[in-house]
């Protein structure tokens, strides 16, 4: 990304969660942890998935790039986090800063589209079971797909090449983990009224949009579940919806309010973060297996299958 010559600020610093050198030590082993986890529990998702015939379906095909998402979401800030962690110099280049900026937004952007996909496929299954399979064709569900990815991707888009227009002249210090749009706006010596303008009205548009979405999905839903005689059936209905709504909330909230709340190098803007960045893509794995007999039941499958000791 080609970058003004009049823009003095060639890296930032960001502060990350301490300064206490005893307390970094200790974040690192709790992150490096946490990436591991969330590595192998995704990787376990995208597998078993892949390799068991019965998860072959629309839920599950959905399933599996919303973990591939999350493998990428969380290997685009963790690494840096775990380097500076380590690291006395806790710096990265204005390049590097936009590139990051430039994947939060794009993958997330494309994950919040995806959520309302799957809230969609949900409502299909739920509320037109017997026409289920015709109306979630194969075709459709990668056209799904794509828009959620095309989406995302327009969004950073529109987003963060306006971002490389700006002066960053003096102030290099991000009171962060990761480089988010908000940080830049309070940096720059340009006017950035602008690019607020342009971010209040694509995260009101792209979030308020899917949730009204979700909502009308799950409003149509629960209508339905509980028109249903049998209080076997509404269970099984609604356990197969819990998932789903529990991933919807831990992302969905904590990265709208990131993004809406003012930039002031409050907690509770990394708080959010974490949550959105960090703990959602390590739990997601965890609530579709665990709250999933589908899933489980693969997984012993798959064990069966590649672990013949395991048997």
Known sequence: MALRN?????????????ADTQVQALLFVLF???YFMTLMGNFMMLFVIRVDSQLHTPMYFFLSHL??????????????????????????????????????????????????????????????????????????????????????????????????????????????YSCELPSFFSLSCSDVSNNIIVLGISVLLHGFGTFFLIVFSYTRIVSTILSISSNAGRSKAFSTCFSHLTAVSFFYGSASLRYLMPTSGSPL???????????????????????????????????????PWHR
């Not at 009049?6 to 301490?18: A, D, N, P, V």
């Not at 708080?271 to 997601?284: A, D, E, K, R, W």
């Open 67 to 176: 973990s591939f998402l999350d493998l990428c979401f969380s290997s685009v800030t963790l690494p840096k986090l775990l380097e500076n962690l380590l690291s006395k110099r806790k710096t990265i280049s204005l390049e590097g800063c936009l590139t990051q900026a430039f994947f939060l937004f794009d993958i997330g952007g494309t994950e919040i589209i995806l959520l309302t996909v799957m809230a969609y496929d949900r409502y299909t299954a739920i509320c037109y079971p017997l026409l289920y399979n015709q109306m979630m064709s194969h075709q459709l569900c990668e056209k799904l797909l794509c828009v959620s990815w095309s989406v995302g991707f327009l969004d950073a888009v529109i987003n963060i090449p306006p971002v490389m227009k700006l002066n960053f002249c003096e102030a290099n210090t991000i009171p962060h």
């Open 6 to 18: 009049h823009s003095t600020i060639t890296q930032f610093i960001l502060l990350g969660l301490s």
């Open 269 to 307: 803007e990394l708080i959010f973060s974490i949550q959105y960045g960090v703990v959602t893509p390590l739990v997601n794995p965890l609530i579709y297996s665990l709250k999933n007999k589908d899933v489980k039941a693969a997984v012993k499958r798959t064990l069966v299958k590649c672990l």
């Open 32 to 34: 490096l942890g946490i």
